[in-house]
């Protein structure tokens, strides 16, 4: 079946530097959506893209779906950014279909 | 692998009355399992955390007297909407794994209320 498959599982960086997370899609998806998971358990919509780029601060996404792959950038990286992070494609049924998620540590 | 199937994908109940999804880990002990509703602006709120063989903990402004929540074994997790109303209509996602940190989620259940 539709698969996304997310990389990396985890990742550290110092504050102040910056990194890019990515999600491959076995097929084509109609849309794609960015998470982060806070301390408390919430998941917090950081986009949601059809298609293109989105900026919104620090973080930049873009979703090809020609090339079915999304890629969720953080720059200048701050403690609060620590968490997990989820990518979840949009698939034909309209149905999300989850990314394994990446652990994102900030390190002072 | 890992996956979690919720059912039904989708349903329609009519005010007032309840409504059960259902949430189901395969290939791996859903020793802990976290429920969600999207709110409109499309984060999701966690409603509770369930862990097997410990109290479940329901977040600020949800209530097991409205979402009341089964977690009997390590594979299956239950929660009823009761007495549903327009307000809860959404899409209400699960979280599973071993621990609360590392949840794999399923698809959802779009609940629409009428």
């Known amino acids: 079946g539709d698969q996304v498959e997310q990389s990396p599982s985890a990742l550290s960086l110092h504050e102040g530097t910056g990194s890019a997370l990515r999600c491959n899609f076995t097929?084509?998806?109609?849309?794609v959506q960015w998470f982060q998971q806070n301390s408390r358990g919430s998941l917090i919509n950081l986009f949601y893209?059809?298609?293109?780029?989105k900026e919104n601060g620090r973080l930049k996404s873009t979703f090809n779906s020609k090339e079915s792959y999304s890629t969720l950038h953080i720059r200048d990286a701050q403690l609060e950014d620590s968490g997990t992070y989820f990518c979840?494609?949009?698939?034909?049924?309209?149905?999300?279909?989850w990314g394994s998620g990446t652990k994102l540590i900030i390190k002072p | 692998g890992a996956l979690v199937y919720q059912y039904p994908r989708r349903t329609i109940c009519k005010s007032g009355t309840s409504m059960r999804m259902e949430c189901q880990a395969v290939?791996?002990?859903?020793?802990?399992v976290a429920w969600y509703r999207q709110s409109p602006q499309k984060t999701f709120e966690l409603i509770a955390l369930?862990?097997?063989?410990?109290?479940?903990?329901?977040e600020q402004n949800f209530t097991q007297e409205k979402f009341p929540i089964s977690h009997p074994n390590l594979s299956f997790s239950s929660m009823t909407v009761l007495n549903a109303y327009l307000e809860d209509r959404g899409l209400y996602l699960c979280?599973?794994?071993?621990?609360?940190?590392?949840?794999?989620f399923g698809a959802g259940t779009r609940l629409s209320v009428l």
């Open positions: 097929t084509t998806m109609r849309a």
């Open positions: 979840a494609a949009e698939g034909s049924n309209y149905q999300l279909i």
């Open positions: 369930s862990t097997v063989n410990s109290a479940i903990k329901y």
């Open positions: 979280g599973a794994g071993q621990s609360q940190n590392t949840l794999y």
């Open positions: 290939g791996f002990q859903a020793t802990s």
């Open positions: 893209l059809a298609s293109g780029t």
